[in-house]
């Protein structure tokens, strides 16, 4: 059963940083693409920065320049590094990953439970 686990959210003061780790576990064959979303009260779930199994990436026009997404594909693992961190980031925080596994036998997309990320001014 594929499962990605997220790491690393919490509390911080406005210009702050705080990094983000997601692995992902479990019968796991290849990862196209690794990402980070973000959704706060009220709002619609976005994207924050996506890498590809390449090291192709993009991120969301609100955090480029500030957060800085990096993946290892030996160890299944993404990290989003996020800087100069605003009030407006404050969300819960989703790794997610097109992962083909033994288990489908397709590609399939998968989603961590959140992690919390509040930026007090």
């Known amino acids: 059963q594929v499962q990605l686990v997220e790491s690393g959210g919490g509390l911080v003061q406005a210009g702050g940083s705080l990094r983000l780790s997601c692995a992902a576990s479990?019968?796991?064959?290849?990862?196209?693409?690794m990402g980070w979303y973000r959704q706060a009260p009220g709002k619609q779930r976005e994207l924050v920065a996506r890498?590809?199994?390449?090291?192709?990436?993009n991120y969301a026009d609100s955090v480029k320049g500030r957060f800085t997404i990096v993946s290892d594909n030996a160890k299944n693992t993404v990290h989003l590094q996020m800087n100069s961190l605003k009030p407006e980031d404050t969300a819960v925080y989703y790794c997610?990953?097109?992962?083909?596994?033994?288990?489908?036998?397709?590609?399939?997309?998968?989603w961590g439970r959140g992690t919390q990320v509040t930026v007090s001014s």
């Open positions: 997610n990953a097109d992962i083909y596994s033994g288990i489908q036998s397709r590609f399939m997309s998968y």
């Open positions: 479990g019968g796991i064959f290849r990862i196209n693409t």
């Open positions: 890498i590809t199994s390449g090291g192709s990436t």
